[in-house]
C-alpha cells in the first residue's frame, strides 16, 4: 500500500517539475528538449510506466491509470506550448518587420493618351455629329499630290508656303498639309457628295517657336456635293467652334490665299491665354490662326475628278496642336513633342 502512495506522488511530483519547467520554455528549440526530458524514452514518467509490471496486481491498474493520466497531462501542455510558441514568433515576425497594414497601398501608374490624341479624338467626335466621315490618308507624299495636283506647280511661289521635307528619292516627300488627302478622297469617291475629315501629322522645315513646330497634326475637313456655298463653309466652321469651345469664343475669318481654294480665307481665335491682350502664344496680336478654308478650286474639283460646272466644294486645314493649346492654357507648342513626362501627365 506504501509503495502505491509513494509512486501515486511520484508521479505528482514529476507531472508539477515539467509544467514547472515549461513556463519559461519560449522556443521551440526549448520545447524540443523539454519534450525529450519530461516524456522522452528515459524521462521519469516513462521509468514508472517500466517499473509497473514488477508490481504488485493489485496495484498495477492504480499506477497505470495514473501514469497515463500524467503522461496525457504533459502531452496536452506541449501541444499548447507549441501553439503560443508559434503565436510569439509570428507576432515578433510582425513586429520586425513594421508592417503596417492600415497604410493606403501604392498607386500603380496608369498610361494615358497623348493629349494631341485626345483632341484629335474629341474633334472627331464633334465632326461626326455634324455628318463628317474619317478619311485616313498617307503620311509620305508624292509632290504630284502634295502640291501638283491641287494647283501648286513645279516653281509656283505658292511653294514656298510649305517648306518640305525632301526624301533621297526623287519626287517622294512627307506631306506639309492634310490636303492631298483631298484628292486621294475624291478619286475614290467621285461622282458621289463628300462630306469627310482628313487627320494626321504633318511635317515642315521651319523655325521653331512658341506656336511652329517641325511636326503637328492638322484636320482637313472636305465637303463637295451641288449647290455647297462659302455660307455652308462659315456655318460649319463656327458651329464645329461653338461646339469645341462654348459659345463664348470669338473668331474672325480674313481673306486669304492658297493655291486651292478660291476664294480662300483664314480664321482666327482670340487668344485665351492672355484674353487677346497680347502674349507669347499669339505673338502679342491677341488673336491665334487656327485654320486655313475657301472653296475648292474648280482646277483642284477637275483634278479630282468632278465636273466643276456642277458640282462645289469646301475644304478647311486646321492645326489641332493650336486647338489644344487654346483649350488647356498651354504657351508652347515645343511641349507636346518633347516627351516630358510631366508635361503629358497633367491631361
Ligand atoms: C494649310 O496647311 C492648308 N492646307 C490649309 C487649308 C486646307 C486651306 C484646306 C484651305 C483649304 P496653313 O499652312 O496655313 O494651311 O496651315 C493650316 C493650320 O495649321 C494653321 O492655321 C495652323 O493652325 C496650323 N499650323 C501651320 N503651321 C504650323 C506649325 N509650324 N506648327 C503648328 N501648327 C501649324
Known amino acids: 500500500m506504501e509503495e502505491k502512495k509513494d509512486l501515486i506522488a511520484v508521479l505528482q511530483q514529476i507531472q508539477q517539475k515539467a509544467q514547472d519547467a515549461l513556463h519559461s520554455v519560449n522556443s521551440a528549440d526549448d520545447l524540443e528538449r523539454w519534450k525529450f526530458t519530461y516524456l522522452g524514452r528515459s524521462s521519469e514518467v516513462m521509468q514508472v510506466f517500466k517499473e509497473i509490471p514488477s508490481m504488485e496486481t493489485a496495484l498495477r491498474p492504480v499506477l497505470g491509470q495514473k501514469a497515463n493520466q500524467v503522461k496525457t497531462e504533459l502531452e496536452k501542455r506541449l501541444e499548447l506550448t507549441h501553439e503560443r510558441i508559434q503565436q510569439a514568433a509570428l507576432a515578433n515576425n510582425i513586429k520586425q518587420q513594421k508592417l503596417d497594414v492600415t497604410l493606403p497601398g501604392r498607386q500603380p501608374e496608369r498610361g494615358r493618351l497623348h493629349i494631341a490624341t485626345q483632341t484629335l479624338q474629341e474633334i472627331y467626335r464633334i465632326l461626326a455629329e455634324m455628318g463628317f466621315q474619317v478619311y485616313r490618308s498617307r503620311e509620305v507624299e508624292s509632290d504630284e499630290y502634295n502640291f501638283e495636283l491641287l494647283n501648286i506647280p513645279a516653281y509656283h511661289p505658292a511653294r514656298d508656303l510649305w517648306d518640305t521635307f525632301y526624301t533621297k528619292k526623287e519626287g517622294v516627300i512627307l506631306r506639309t ?29 521651319e523655325q521653331m517657336d512658341a506656336s511652329h513646330e517641325i511636326q503637328f497634326n492638322q484636320i482637313e475637313l472636305l465637303a463637295v456635293g451641288r449647290n455647297i456655298t462659302f455660307g455652308d463653309l462659315r456655318g460649319t466652321l463656327e458651329e464645329f467652334i461653338r461646339r469645341m469651345f462654348g459659345s463664348g469664343v470669338e473668331t474672325r475669318l480674313r481673306p486669304s490665299y492658297f493655291p486651292f481654294t478660291e476664294p480662300s480665307a483664314e480664321m482666327d481665335m482670340k487668344c485665351i491665354s492672355c484674353n487677346g491682350k497680347g502674349c507669347g502664344v499669339c505673338s502679342g496680336t491677341g488673336w491665334l490662326e487656327i485654320l486655313g478654308c475657301g472653296m475648292v478650286h474648280p482646277t483642284v474639283l477637275k483634278n479630282g475628278g468632278y465636273d466643276p460646272e456642277k458640282f462645289s466644294g469646301f475644304a478647311a486645314g486646321l492645326g489641332t496642336e493650336r486647338i489644344s493649346m487654346l483649350r488647356h492654357g498651354v504657351d508652347d507648342i515645343r511641349n507636346f513633342w518633347a516627351n516630358d513626362i510631366r508635361f503629358l501627365k497633367q491631361f
Open 177 to 205: 498639309h492634310t490636303s492631298p488627302g483631298q484628292i486621294h478622297a475624291m478619286h475614290e469617291y467621285a461622282p458621289d457628295p463628300v462630306r469627310i475629315v482628313l487627320p494626321g501629322m504633318v511635317y515642315r522645315y
